[in-house]
């Protein structure tokens, strides 16, 4: 079945880009969307953002600024970048794919596939 | 953007004990609502889409219910492996949002 993965680095400075991977394996990444989420030590899930394999993006407006989600179809991958970091930034960021079920015209998007996680610490 | 809101934030359960969890949305948000579990150090794992659905592979003691502003999720009979903290989130706007969460204890 597919499989997320989640790599980049995991101590950063403040004011450095966030750069994370995903890598899927066991589909592919293709007619699906693909989203990063992030969850601060000890509090709730946050949205950053989606991306359609095609390449078209949707960004959470408190992030937009500094966010920037790519695809890779070549690799299986996506990748987030999140510029400016600061400590508030600290947090398990997680990949996870997007079903769409489309009953009666409407449009459902959910999160049914997701990686294990990557803990990013930003700390001078 | 749309608020969601959970409650209760925890609340102690026994084992064989029914539990609802509701969420309520900041504005109408038909059944664009879902409801996850999260167990530590893991990922969330998908229960309910569409306010209620149960997702494959989830056992039947989980329901959903709800359209609106106010949704539940009820565990029939909790079970050990439920002990967990269960989210809610929306997409009918196109930022999504998460409720802050509801921690599931034993007690």
């Known amino acids: 079945q597919v499989q997320l993965q989640e790599s980049g680095p995991g101590l950063l400075k403040p004011s450095e880009t966030l750069s994370l991977t995903c890598t899927v394996s066991?589909?592919?990444?293709?007619?699906?969307?693909w989203t990063w989420l992030r969850q601060p030590p000890g509090k709730g899930l946050e949205w950053i953002g989606y991306?359609?394999?095609?390449?078209?993006?949707n960004y959470n407006p408190s992030l937009r600024s500094r966010v920037t989600i790519s695809v890779d179809t070549s690799k299986n991958q996506f990748s987030l970048r999140l510029n400016s970091v600061t400590a508030a930034d600290t947090a398990i960021y997680f990949c996870?794919?997007?079903?769409?079920?489309?009953?009666?015209?409407?449009?459902?998007?959910?999160?049914?596939?997701w990686g294990k996680g990557t803990t990013v610490t930003v700390s001078s | 953007d749309i608020q969601m809101t959970q409650s209760p934030s925890s609340l102690s359960a026994s084992v064989g004990d029914r539990v609802t969890i509701t969420c309520r949305a900041s504005?109408?948000?038909?059944?664009?609502l879902y409801w996850y579990q999260q167990k530590p150090g893991k990922a969330p794992k998908l229960l309910i889409y569409?306010?209620?659905s149960l997702q494959s592979g989830v056992p039947s003691r989980f329901s959903g219910s709800g359209s609106g502003t106010d949704f539940t999720l009820t565990i029939s009979s909790l079970q050990p492996e439920d002990f967990a903290t269960y989210y809610c989130?929306?997409?009918?706007?196109?930022?999504?949002?998460f409720g802050q969460g509801t921690k599931v204890e034993i007690k």
């Open positions: 996870a794919r997007v079903y769409v079920v489309v009953p009666h015209g409407y449009h459902y998007y959910y999160m049914d596939v």
């Open positions: 066991g589909g592919s990444i293709n007619n699906y969307y």
């Open positions: 991306i359609y394999y095609s390449g078209s993006t």
């Open positions: 504005q109408r948000i038909g059944t664009y």
């Open positions: 569409a306010a209620s």
């Open positions: 989130q929306q997409s009918y706007s196109t930022t999504w949002t």
